[in-house]
């Protein structure tokens, strides 16, 4: 066994400085993680008890790798909203784009190619999203014990761009610093530090649907 | 191992060859039980695994309470539930598992019937004196043919003492954290009858685990227990029982609140308040030397407040008032029939009424049952015992429940049993009448089954109060109870007068657990849920238990469960590769295998325990040192998968260790000891777990009963 590994090591290696010169090298596509993307976060406290934000979605162009205005929201300079654990897609109900998106079940490295059989979806608000609502549904967990959210592993949102350019992310943390406060850190903390996304993503320029 | 198992042999050999010179004693095994048939049989003759725990075991132990006790058991995993309420500050009290099965499915009784008053699920074993208890039996697996509602995993009786001669004892007991335990027992003894009276009151200066946090981490109580009961047989053939049975408990709470946003506190002050009462009564007749016919009535009532305010202004903060009420009539007849028949009919009534302020109005339900038992022996050495139930009502479904149980008697020293069964468990208050807007998070609804149909919502949607209606929706119907189907297969080995050894493997196949699920999506997007019967899930294992005399002053008791859990959905989506975990490193998913997936939470996969006993008959001495064990359990998801895989997930196995020495001069007797010996603690995972407690106590008996032997 580990001979027939040195073997096609040593073949591929001739194989590869074979070919060095003759075809460009494909272009390697590396993941980007954003850190503390704040989601709507919680500016008070109404008289009902009820924690409340401004409202606004947080709108990422996945290309550009950054934050796009709250008045650009009808353009297709961005792809993904966050506002709270509802993540929008810029297509249907959400956006003017012609985006959209669908959660993958499986590991985020494991995931080079797009499965000819996935199923895009848009959103249509309030009756579905392209990423599910709910606990269990989409990419988080709520426990109603700890009142913690955990982002669910091996949960990858594989998005077709506004511009039709794909790009996979995995959402990793929703709590500031990416580490979700502890089961015994008091209601305040565990409010005042979520809604703050931490997500790696691979995009994928030449419109392809390989990563 | 192997050779621990090897020297243990030899030991039982060597044993064995002593024991026949010795006479034989009248032992554990030849005990009289109920609960197993409701009925009165023998220990070893029970069909369904049965244990007991006597008023020897519970004096040795040091035990207060009825938790004290139990925690010592195989099998019985004591769980506190130390979550706090909606107010904080509150104690749901500490339950017991057994089988894995967790507390809302056993059922606790006293003199044959049930304890009411579940919080958050659970019947606080605390609550319970066992200063005056005869002996406790429990019995393992689904009994709902014979009890009903809550039987699912198992039933454990506490049965309390008889008058059996004029007694007057008293005893006071101090130990760590100021807990302070007082007890009288006084018992009149006529030929005809008998009055026995028991009173208790502990209290407690609570404890702090976390300094750095306000409040303590058990808020200081107070309690009291009072039980009268008459024994009278007016005739040979016949026998009346009144009892009553008071119970109260104070607790004082103080805590602080953080305002939400802000770093302003707030303390908090208040007290929780339970009263408890119950009424016994049953009259029982023998006609014709065959028919033994049992008129019984019961009637309890629990209450519970919580009271909090705001320690600067006074102000109200927060109050819960909980009351529930029980009383049932029951009649049962034991016929025999031919020699080798033993047949019980019976039946009843239950009427049941709730006023709480966490449910609007007052909340009613009758439920009318009957039960009929056949006890077979076809031969010296079979025991075939077959029952049925039905319990009807208008809450939920009604339901029937089997059992059917064989034991097979090998030889004097060798008996094999097996069991089927099934239990319920009766929907819960919530789960059929919670109707609960959560202004705090999110703006979200909860319905318990009964309040909320599809009309109701198809209005509410017309009203613009819910904006979607999902297809989850239109399946609203009429709670199921939870079921459980137990399987039971055991044996019992009395190598000798010295040794007896049991084993039990156990398998109980849950199904129509009731969870919350999404049925509708109010205006502003927050879920509307309901409950539903969903969940299924398993419990498997074996339990070893074994009693070893090693000489006159020495004997060694132990034991071990194995136990398996799991979710058979969850099961499901890891055979189908759907559930995930993450490296906490380098935060990669990787596929979660089965064997890391811990099954259930808060169960340890093994448990063993050993406890040794000393006896010195010339000089009155006793002690008792016991090791208790359980390995690691499941607490928290902490990898967002929602199940217990990642090795954070888990709390830390532990040891305690508890010691006793018992002194009996004349009428006095002293004990002194520890709980948890080797002052484990484990803030996050145990709250309820102290540390070292020590402890002396006094006891005298006004009443000389030696001098009369």
Redesign the interface.
């Known amino acids: 066994m580990k001979k027939a590994i040195v073997a096609i090591l040593v073949v591929s290696v001739a194989v590869m400085s074979c070919t060095k010169n003759k075809i460009p090298q494909p272009i390697v596509l590396e993941a980007k993680t954003v850190n503390d993307l704040p989601a709507d976060t919680?500016i008070?406290?109404?008289a009902?008890?009820?924690?409340y934000g401004t409202g606004k979605y947080t709108l990422y162009s996945l290309e550009n790798n950054s934050i796009v205005a709250n008045s650009d929201s009808a353009t297709t300079k961005w792809d993904i909203g966050f506002r709270g654990t509802?993540i929008i897609i810029n297509s249907g109900t959400s956006g003017q784009g012609a985006a959209s998106a669908f959660v993958y079940?499986?590991?985020?490295?494991s995931l080079n190619q797009v499965p000819v059989d996935s199923v895009f979806k848009i959103d249509n608000s309030?009756?579905s999203y392209a990423i599910t609502?709910?606990s269990?549904k989409g990419w988080?967990?709520y426990?109603g014990?700890?009142?913690l959210i955990?982002?669910?592993?091996?949960?990858v949102l594989v998005v077709r761009t506004a511009t039709g350019k794909y790009a996979k992310v995995?959402i990793?943390n929703y709590y500031k610093g990416g580490v979700?406060p502890d089961?015994?850190a008091?209601?305040?903390d565990k409010?005042?530090k979520q809604r703050f996304y931490t997500f790696?993503y691979i995009y994928q320029p030449d419109g392809s649907k390989g990563f | 191992m192997i050779r621990i198992i090897g020297s243990l042999f030899f030991f039982s050999i060597y044993f064995n060859g002593i024991a026949q010179q010795d006479t034989l004693q009248p032992t554990v095994l030849d005990e009289v039980i109920l609960t197993a048939s409701r009925t009165e049989r023998k220990l070893s003759n029970c069909a369904v695994p049965t244990y007991l725990i006597t008023q020897k075991n519970i004096a040795q132990s040091g035990a207060l309470r009825l938790n004290d006790i139990l925690s010592e058991q195989t099998g019985l995993n004591i769980s506190s539930h130390l979550t706090t309420t909606s107010a904080g500050g509150g104690v749901f009290g500490i339950g017991v598992q057994l089988q894995g099965l967790s507390p809302d499915y056993i059922l606790i009784l006293i003199d044959g019937e049930p304890v009411i008053g579940r919080q958050g699920g659970v019947i606080d074993l605390s609550r319970i004196a066992v200063n005056n208890i005869k002996k406790i039996e429990i019995v393992k697996g689904p009994s709902s043919s014979l009890y009903g509602s809550e039987a699912l995993g198992g039933v454990i009786n506490i049965i309390t003492e008889n008058a059996q001669e004029n007694k007057l004892d008293a005893s006071f007991r101090y130990g760590k954290f100021s807990s302070a335990d007082a007890h009288l027992n006084a018992a009149i003894k006529k030929q005809k009858w008998g009055l026995q009276l028991a009173g208790n009151r502990n209290s407690s200066d609570g404890f702090d685990l976390e300094k750095n946090k306000p409040g303590k981490s058990v808020d200081p109580f107070e309690s009291h227990t009072a039980q009268l009961k008459l024994n009278v047989s007016p005739a040979r053939k016949s026998k009346i029982i009144l009892s009553v049975r008071f119970y109260n408990e104070r607790q004082d709470n103080y805590f602080q609140t953080q305002e939400l946003l802000t770093n302003s506190t707030t303390s908090i002050v208040g007290n929780g308040n339970v009263n408890d009462i119950n009424l016994n009564a049953s009259l029982s007749h023998q006609f014709l030397n065959k028919v033994n016919s049992t008129l019984r009535y019961y009637c309890s009532r629990y209450e519970y407040e919580q009271i909090l305010s705001k320690e600067s202004t006074n102000a109200n903060y927060y109050y819960d008032y909980f009351q529930q009420n029980y009383s049932k009539l029951e009649n049962q007849n034991d016929l025999k029939i031919f020699t080798n028949n033993l047949l019980s009919i019976g039946g009843g009534f239950i009427d049941e009424k709730l006023n709480t302020t966490r449910y609007a109005g007052e909340r009613k339900n009758k439920i009318v049952y009957f039960f009929l038992q056949d006890e077979w022996v076809p031969n010296k050495k079979l025991t075939i015992i077959s029952g049925l139930r039905f319990d009807g009502n208008k809450m939920y479904q009604s339901k029937w429940s089997s059992k059917i149980a064989v034991q097979y008697r090998l030889s004097n020293k060798f008996r094999l049993n097996a069991s089927f069964g099934e239990g319920f468990k009766a929907p819960d208050y919530r789960q059929l009448f919670l109707n609960f807007l959560n202004t705090a998070a999110g703006g979200y609804v909860v319905y318990g089954a009964n309040e909320i149909n599809i009309a109701e919502l198809n209005l509410q949607k017309q009203q613009g109060i819910i904006s979607e209606i999902l297809p989850r929706a239109f399946q609203l119907s009429l709670l199921k109870p939870e079921v459980s189907t137990g399987l039971n297969l055991g044996g019992l080995i009395e190598a000798n007068s010295k040794l007896s050894f049991n084993f039990n493997f156990f398998r109980n196949d849950i199904e129509n657990l009731i969870q919350v699920e999404t049925i509708a999506f109010r205006s502003n997007a927050a879920p509307v849920y309901s409950y539903f019967n969903v969940k299924k899930a398993y419990t498997e294992g074996v339990e070893l238990n074994g009693t070893l005399q090693l000489n006159n002053q020495f004997q060694v008791v132990g034991g071990y469960q194995f136990l398996r859990t799991a979710d058979k959905a969850t099961l499901k989506q890891i055979k189908e590769g759907f559930i995930f975990t993450r490296d906490i490193l380098s935060n990669e998913s990787f596929q979660v295998r089965r064997k890391d997936y811990a099954g259930l939470p808060n169960r340890s996969a093994h448990a063993w325990n050993v406890k040794l006993f000393y006896h010195n008959k010339q000089r009155d001495l006793d002690a008792a040192i016991r090791i208790l064990y359980q390995s690691r359990w499941g607490t928290f998801d902490k990898d967002g998968n929602g199940i217990i895989n990642r090795a954070d997930e888990y709390a830390k196995g532990f040891a305690l260790v508890n010691f006793t020495v018992t002194k009996t001069a004349n009428q006095f007797r002293f004990q002194t000891g520890a709980n948890n010996l080797l002052n484990y603690k484990d803030e996050k995972n145990l709250p309820g777990q102290p540390g070292i407690q020590p402890y002396i106590s006094i006891s005298y008996s006004f009443i000389n009963t030696k001098n009369k032997e």
Do not use: W
């Open positions: 919680i008070g406290i109404s009902m008890g009820q924690p509802t079940v499986g590991s985020f490295s309030p009756m609502l709910g269990g988080y967990n426990d014990v700890t009142k955990s982002a669910i592993p091996g949960r995995e990793l979700t089961v015994t008091s209601d305040m409010l005042i790696r």
